[in-house]
C-alpha cells in the first residue's frame, strides 16, 4: 500500500509569491492534516480536512489556507509568503477524524522563501 | 491547553546502550492518547506507538518499551540494545477529545547512536 505523498518535495519561491503544496493521502484514509516544522517553533498544526471540509485549525494567518478534493486529496496554498514562511511542511492522513487515529506522515515538502 | 516536554534536546550513545527518551504532558482531557514519532534524516514522520490515556500497562514491543505513568503525567520511551539505524529525531505528541486529531508535538529529541 503506497503511503502519503507529497509534492513537490522541495520549492524556492521569493516573498510576496504564493505556493501550492499538493497531499495524497494512503488509499482509503479520509482524514488529511497539514503540519509545519521549523527549528524555532517545530511541529505545529495548520489544519485537518475530512470529507472536503476543514474541521479544526491552528493558530496561523489568514494567508495559509487549504482544501480537499472528493477523492480527498489535499492541497495547501500559502499567498503573500514571507521568510518565516521557510519551513518542512509535512501532510498526515488517517482513516477517520477525532482523537487517537493514528496519523501517517509524508516526507515533506521543503519550502525555501528567499 | 495541551503541551508536551521534552527536556532532553540531544543524547549521544554508542551503539548497543540503552537509550530512555523522557515526556512529560499536560492537558485538562480526561481522555486522550499519546504517541512516539521517530523522524529520520528523510524528514518523514514515522509512527512508532499509541497509548490511550485509560491504559497504563507498560509493554514491550521488539526492542522499544514505553512507560506511562499518568500519576506524574509521563510517557517515557526506550529503546533497548540502540543501533546505528536508530539515530534520528524522536517526538512524543498527545492528542485529546477537545483536540480531535490535532496533535501536540514536544519539541524532540535528537538521538546520536555512534558505532
Known amino acids: 500500500k503506497a503511503g502519503v505523498t507529497q509534492t513537490p518535495r522541495y520549492l524556492i519561491k521569493t516573498r510576496g509569491q504564493q505556493v501550492t503544496l499538493s497531499c495524497s493521502p494512503i488509499?482509503?484514509?479520509?482524514?488529511v492534516s497539514w503540519y509545519q516544522q521549523t527549528p524555532g517553533q517545530g511541529l505545529q498544526f495548520l489544519f485537518e480536512y475530512f470529507s472536503e471540509t476543514q474541521r479544526n485549525k491552528g493558530n496561523f494567518p489568514g494567508r495559509f489556507s487549504g482544501r480537499q478534493f472528493s477523492n480527498s486529496r489535499s492541497e495547501m496554498n500559502v499567498s503573500t509568503l514571507e521568510l518565516g514562511d521557510s519551513a518542512l511542511y509535512l501532510c498526515a492522513s488517517s482513516l477517520a477524524m477525532g482523537q487517537g487515529n493514528i496519523q501517517y506522515f509524508g516526507a515533506g515538502t521543503r519550502l525555501s522563501v528567499l | 491547553a495541551q503541551k508536551v516536554t521534552q527536556a532532553q534536546t540531544e543524547i549521544s550513545v554508542v551503539e548497543k546502550e540503552d537509550v530512555t527518551l523522557d515526556c512529560v504532558y499536560e492537558t485538562r482531557d480526561t481522555t486522550y492518547y499519546l504517541f512516539w514519532y521517530k523522524q529520520p534524516p528523510s524528514g518523514e514522520l514515522v509512527f512508532l506507538i499509541r497509548?490511550?490515556?485509560?491504559?497504563?500497562q507498560n509493554e514491550i514491543s521488539g526492542r522499544y518499551s514505553w512507560n506511562f505513568q499518568k500519576s506524574t503525567s509521563s510517557f517515557n520511551f526506550t529503546i533497548t540494545a540502540s543501533q546505528v539505524v536508530d539515530s534520528a529525531v524522536y517526538f512524543c505528541a498527545l492528542s485529546s477529545r477537545a483536540a480531535g486529531n490535532k496533535l501536540t508535538f514536544g519539541g524532540g529529541t535528537r538521538v546520536l547512536v555512534k558505532p
Open positions: 488509499s482509503g484514509h479520509r482524514s
Open positions: 497509548r490511550n490515556s485509560f491504559d497504563e
